[in-house]
């Protein structure tokens, strides 16, 4: 589940990942057995790249949600966060409507929060949509 872990994952284990077979893993282990590759990933990570993994429970848990966010989040980005939701299956929207699922509700919320609190729509904070998407 971790880039981490694919860097010292056996061919045997790589070819035992659902959906992928020996042409793949093979590949798979090319690829991360070139130092100049594992380079170019470090550098990646290092400048910002954020790699963000989901599963296909987490996709379907999410799929079709709407989220909305206000205020500011602590440990994400607005960027980084929309990305996240969008992978995870979820819509993100700028404005709280009857139609949207979550509110997520970062320090010194604005007015969107108390337009989900008139609609009924669940608030949630940045941990637990944290929780919810695996990160």
Known sequence: KTLNRLYTATFDEINSINGIGPVAAK???D???N???LNSMEHLIKNGVNIIYTTKEQETLLAEKTFVLTGTLETLTRSKAKDAIK???GKV???VSSRTDYLV???TPGVKFNRAKELGIKIINEITLRELLGI
Do not use: D, I
């Open 87 to 89: 992978m995870a299956g």
């Open 31 to 33: 690829f991360f057995n």
């Open 27 to 29: 590949s798979l282990m």
């Open 105 to 107: 509700a970062g320090t």
């Open 35 to 37: 130092r100049e590759n």
């Open 93 to 95: 929207s700028g404005s």
